[in-house]
């Protein structure tokens, strides 16, 4: 696991040289997307390099880590929305090849995982990390095994998410996520995390033991991974890069 710490707008742009290396080697890479506040700043470096002609995604595939189950993918909540709105209407991808799991048919959802398979397999997955550890929306607990699934969302994942919709009773109870193991069969992770709110789990996942009760410490094994992280995120870590 390779730790790199630096302030909220390098770790921007350093996570966004990987996906310049990653497209200037394979054009036709596939990509894990992610959501929520942290990938932000990154999808804003991707749309400037985008538009500056220093990387392309015209060839590239995405598939989303996640969707909230009952959205419909223009709702302005849903996953699909945010990525439309974030990064795929503002850059060079097709359209037809950017994948958000649905929230609408979730009777088969491992049939995600074959469509990953499919298109070759995720050469590099974007992660965020939830104050309790979970990646994706899997909750501590999670099998180690998990394929794409339906989750029950915690209370505390909810009232987090909350900010986003007019009231918690608006936040849907149910998501639809890559499991642990979808996640782990990427080639390569990319995980940030900014803030003082992140910097105890943080601790947790990078320099404790490997639990499904924090499903970020799997991680820990992974052979390719980058973690990149502000200094208020990395305040507790005992060995800072």
Do not use: C
Not at 50 to 73: H, P, Q, T, W
Not at 179 to 191: D, E, F, H, P, W
Request: aromatic share 8%.
């Amino acid at each position: 696991m390779k730790i790199i710490i630096d302030t909220t707008e390098n770790v921007a742009k350093r996570a966004a040289q990987l996906y310049v290396d990653l497209l200037s080697r394979n054009p036709q890479a596939v990509l894990g997307g992610a959501t929520g506040s942290t990938p932000i700043p990154l999808y804003k470096e991707l749309i400037k390099l985008n538009k500056e002609g220093v990387i392309s995604f015209k060839d590239a595939k995405s598939f989303n880590l996640d969707e909230y189950v009952g959205l419909e993918g223009t709702h302005d909540q849903s996953y699909r929305y945010f990525m439309n709105d974030n990064l795929f209407n503002h850059i060079d991808i097709k359209m037809e090849n950017t994948h958000v799991p649905s929230g609408i048919d979730i009777s088969e959802p491992e049939k995600y995982d074959a469509e990953i398979q499919a298109a070759g397999g995720i050469d590099m997955q974007l992660l965020g990390i939830g104050v309790d550890g979970h990646i994706g929306f899997n909750e501590p607990g999670t099998p180690w095994d998990s394929l794409t699934h339906v989750v029950e969302l915690e209370q505390n994942t909810r009232e987090v998410n909350a900010r986003f919709f007019n009231s918690i009773d608006e936040v849907p109870t149910h998501a639809v996520t890559m499991g642990i193991k979808t996640v782990m069969n990427a080639r390569s992770i990319i995980l940030i995390a900014t803030g003082s709110s992140k910097a105890e789990i943080v601790k947790k996942f990078i320099e404790g033991p490997v639990t499904t009760e924090v499903p970020a410490s799997i991680l820990q094994l992974h052979p390719f991974v980058t973690v990149f992280l502000d200094h208020e995120a990395a305040a507790l870590l005992e060995k800072q890069a």
